[in-house]
Nanobody, 123 residues
Framework: VHLVESGGGLVQAGGSLRLSCAASGPTFSQSHMGWFRQAPGKEREFVAAINWMNANTDYTDSAKGRFTISRDNAKNAVYLQMNSLKPEDTAVYYC?????????????????WGQGTQVTVSS
């Protein structure tokens, strides 16, 4: 699975962004998909994930109520709608695909990664 993120940018606190991840490859529709982020000087962290059946989602506590992950298997795409953005959301956001049996927050269980898209939230 080849992944390409887009949609990042500069936004003021309280604003919204929608990240997109375009996937190619025959196994996308059977892959769980996740979004991760990495801020300068910090480790990569889990943000959200959605299973391959588009039935279950998982969010880190800081994303709950503000972010929504979704996917369109017909378009080979996964999205992250981010609302009420905060300066602490500033990071490079990565899309990732996992062939794991279960939906997971563990980044080591994701085999495929995009190149990342920068999100900057100004105060």
């Amino acid at each position: 699975v080849h992944l390409v993120e887009s949609g990042g940018g500069l936004v003021q606190a309280g604003g919204s962004l929608r990240l997109s991840c375009a996937a190619s490859g025959p196994t996308f529709s059977q892959s769980h998909m996740g979004w991760f982020r990495q801020a300068p000087g910090k480790e990569r962290e889990f943000v959200a994930a959605i299973n391959w059946m588009n039935a279950n989602t998982d969010y880190t506590d800081s994303a709950k109520g503000r972010f929504t992950i979704s996917r369109d298997n017909a378009k080979n795409a996964v999205y992250l709608q981010m609302n009420s953005l905060k300066p602490e959301d500033t990071a490079v956001y990565y899309c990732a695909a996992s062939m794991s049996i279960i939906l997971t927050r563990d980044g080591t269980r994701y085999e495929f990664w995009g190149q990342g898209t920068q999100v900057t939230v100004s105060s």
